[in-house]
């Protein structure tokens, strides 16, 4: 009985993957959490829109300033310095996500940010912070899957290196 369970289990497992390959779960995970960065740092800067979105990243509004003097506490920094890092990065690393380029540590990044805006900015907001967490995890460990500029680029190495020798 057991055995039949098992083997049955096995086969669902088979089908569900085949049906919901790993580019997919990949990709949906870095539009999920890169979608979460890029609206937030399009409430931090102004000028040069494209597509209805805002893309001069070093012109930051003054409620951007205000915030992080005022609410968005972080310890060790200035409240400037911590402004431009925060908005620079969610627009950096959301972008590297996207792409799939260098998702690894763009991942790493915003986990970073991630647990500092827990810690520091909004503690009480765990829940929402433990699935970008997990999501982030996720691409941290698999990379960003067969559809990425990564896959690509390391594709392109292989077959290179595979004509050198």
């Not at 995970?29 to 399009?42: N, P």
């Not at 972008?95 to 970073?112: D, E, M, N």
């Not at 520091?120 to 929402?128: R, S």
């Amino acid at each position: 009985m057991a055995n039949t369970i098992v083997a049955m289990l096995d086969r669902m497992n088979q089908k569900i993957m085949l049906i919901v390959p790993a580019w997919f779960v990949a990709l949906l995970c870095r539009l999920a959490v890169a979608t979460q960065f890029w609206h937030s740092v399009q409430t931090k800067i102004s000028g040069w829109e494209l597509f209805g979105q805002s893309w001069k990243v070093w012109d930051l509004s003054a409620s951007t300033f205000m915030l992080f003097e005022n609410e968005y506490t972080v310890p060790l920094l200035p409240p400037d310095v911590a402004a431009y890092m925060a908005t620079f990065g969610e627009f950096f690393l959301s972008i590297g996500i996207v792409l799939g380029l260098l998702t690894r540590l763009s991942a790493i990044g915003l986990l970073v940010m991630t647990t500092v805006i827990q810690l520091f900015v909004y503690p009480d907001a765990w829940g929402e912070h433990i699935l970008w967490a997990a999501l982030l995890v996720y691409l941290i460990r698999n990379g960003g899957g067969s559809l990425s500029i990564d896959h690509w680029l390391q594709r392109k190495g292989e077959t290179k290196h595979a004509g050198a020798a």
